[in-house]
């Protein structure tokens, strides 16, 4: 059964990184036939994705947040990382990840993390 779990902090400062790390159990985060997101939700807005790391990891991102925006993996341990940097409170929101079936660019995901709420506040 594949799972995916999300873990970082809960609360960042204005101005510094957010980091969170999504660990996966279950399957392969070097397989061809899958890549590995993260989307996230402010509080009453619709979910926006932020970014993918491909199975040979390759990164693409959201334009609007690119230059912030880094997504890494350990492939050793099975996890990808998310790195967003400088944020405001308009990065508040639950952060996602979850699997990707098939290319990078597709929207089918079939496995989410349970979320996790980071709140950016002084």
């Known amino acids: 059964q594949v799972q995916l779990q999300e873990s970082g902090p809960g609360l960042v400062k204005p101005s510094q990184t957010l980091s969170l790390t999504c660990a996966v159990s279950g399957a392969s985060i070097t397989s061809i036939s899958y890549a590995w997101t993260w989307i996230r939700q402010p509080p009453g807005k619709g979910p926006e994705w932020i970014g993918v790391?491909?199975?040979?990891?390759?990164?693409y991102y959201s334009p609007s947040l690119k230059s912030r925006t880094s997504i890494s993996r350990d492939a050793s341990k099975s996890q990808f990382s998310l790195q967003l940097s400088s944020v405001t409170p308009d990065d508040t929101a639950v952060y996602y990840c979850?699997?990707?079936?098939?290319?990078?660019?597709?929207?089918?995901?079939?496995?989410w993390g349970q979320g996790t709420q980071v709140t950016v506040s002084s």
């Open positions: 790391i491909d199975y040979d990891g390759s990164t």
């Open positions: 979850a699997r990707v079936q098939g290319l990078y660019y597709s929207t089918m995901y079939d496995y």
